[in-house]
């Protein structure tokens, strides 16, 4: 029973095209993130919810818009894609303010823009 | 602002040899540490975490690492690497409050030779 679960586990879509990704975890976390990795593994935090708000948005390009329907649940979507989304998002969760210090991630979904 | 370094983009060792990865961090509160793991295809797991109690802590798969405030470091250690260890090590360095963020380092791939 996966603990942070992310669909679809690959994308490769054209530019121009709009694409979702979905988030679900089941470990009761009232916390979630989302985090981009480059071609060169560097990982990057976009944004953060805390129990269905936004509690972090970093410098991010407004094309990508999450969406907080409860707190076990945070969708990106991204519109107008572009070559450099290309990359490794990777959704994750934790207990508020990183009480215990840990994020759980899932296993990440790929995007290709071609 | 919180920042971690990490020497060393790739580290090479023989199976049965110290494993030592190097990290160091830059924080203007005092800061809570990480190690984290990704295996090939996968998400982030937690290896060990620095919350200011203990300077030598304990994590899985026997890894150890020990934070010097004097050095600002945070290095991963095992005395004795195995084949499974071969895996990307990222430091990661956070403050405490509930919209606090974690930053990652850049990673350091491990890999362990016969």
């Known amino acids: 029973d996966t603990a942070v679960s992310q669909t679809p586990k690959y994308l490769v879509t054209q530019m121009g095209n709009d694409k979702s990704i979905k988030c679900e975890q089941n470990l009761g976390h009232d916390t979630m993130y989302w985090y981009k990795q480059d071609s060169k593994k560097f990982l990057k935090i976009m944004f953060s919810y805390n129990n269905k708000e936004l509690i972090i948005n970093e410098t991010v390009p407004n094309r990508f818009s999450p969406k907080s329907p409860d707190k076990a649940h945070l969708n990106l979507h991204i519109n107008s894609l572009e070559l450099g989304d290309s990359a490794v998002y990777f959704c994750?969760?934790?207990?508020?303010?990183?009480?215990?210090?840990?994020?759980?991630f899932g296993e990440g979904s790929r995007l290709t823009v071609l | 602002a919180q920042s971690v370094t990490q020497l060393g983009s790739h580290v090479s060792v023989s199976e049965g040899a110290l494993v030592l990865l190097r990290c160091n961090y830059s924080s203007s509160v005092p800061p809570y540490l990480f190690w984290y793991v990704q295996y090939p295809n996968q998400g982030l797991q937690l290896l060990l975490k620095y919350t200011s109690a203990a300077t030598l802590v304990k994590g899985i798969n026997g890894f150890e690492a020990e934070f010097k405030k004097s050095e600002t470091s945070f290095h991963l250690t095992k005395p004795s690497a195995h084949m499974s260890d071969a895996a990307e090590y990222f430091c990661?360095?956070?403050?405490?409050?509930?919209?606090?963020?974690?930053?990652f380092g850049t990673g350091t791939r491990l890999q362990v030779t016969l």
């Open positions: 990661a360095v956070s403050g405490a409050g509930t919209a606090s963020k974690l930053t």
């Open positions: 994750a969760s934790s207990r508020p303010g990183l009480a215990t210090g840990e994020l759980f």
